[in-house]
């Protein structure tokens, strides 16, 4: 899971204890410690029975994961390159995480499916499609392609096709489905908006000490 302390990616087997049961099914309390930054994590879980009641051929399932503290998720805002109605959506998806889950997961997905029309030129309607598109263009470095492939697979777009159709409706999520997604819109920022960014400044201040110098500049990688 990623942390929602310090962002930093771990695995574990976390610790789970059942507080009672109601008519919506029994609840639990999964516990858990980061590794890097030591601090406790804790999700309330409701488990509900496939028959409805329990039984010696029931069999249960996890029916709602709700993280109960940190109450908020900590996270980078986006860098003031990135496009705002991008920026807006990413922001929107991380202040609802916590509370729900499905609604983050759909603003990222729509997030990521305008990115891909408006960075990486993609002319495909459904996502799933405008993935494949893109990995075919080999334009993304290997880790961030098997990133973007990867949201499919976790958000299993076999079974829910409005994830890919409508990105933007509310569907089931798989468990880390909207944490996943988030922390590769990050990359993706990183990578589309953020380095380009810092290699043109460095270039203008290149250019000008060469200027300065009297020495022609720099030539632009469309020049």
Not at 189 to 198: I, S
Request: glycine share 6%; proline share 6%.
């Amino acid at each position: 899971m990623i942390c929602p302390h310090c962002q930093q990616a771990f695995h574990d087997s976390p610790g789970s204890d059942e507080l009672l049961n109601d008519t919506d099914g029994d609840w639990h309390i999964e516990k858990r410690i980061c590794p890097a930054c030591e601090r406790a994590v804790f999700h309330l879980l409701l488990f509900k029975w496939s028959s409805g009641t329990r039984g010696t051929s029931a069999k249960s399932y996890e029916a709602k994961r709700l993280l109960i503290y940190p109450r908020g998720i900590v996270r980078t805002p986006p860098s003031k390159h990135v496009t705002t109605s991008l920026a807006e959506d990413y922001l929107e998806a991380c202040a609802i995480l916590t509370d729900s889950p499905k609604a983050s997961a759909a603003l990222g997905r729509r997030c990521l499916q305008q990115m891909l029309r408006d960075k990486a030129g993609t002319t495909k309607k459904d996502l799933a499609d405008q993935i494949d598109e893109v990995l075919a263009s080999k334009q993304l470095p290997t880790h961030l392609a098997e990133a973007i492939d990867a949201i499919r697979h976790i958000g299993n777009f076999a079974a829910h096709p409005l994830k890919s159709k409508s990105t933007g409706e509310i569907a089931p999520v798989e468990p880390g489905e909207a944490e996943w997604t988030l922390d590769t819109l990050e990359r993706l920022f990183d990578f589309y908006f953020v380095q380009p960014a810092k290699t043109q400044e460095r270039r203008d201040a290149l250019n000008k000490k060469l200027h300065d110098l009297g020495k022609p500049s720099l030539k632009g990688p469309t020049q």
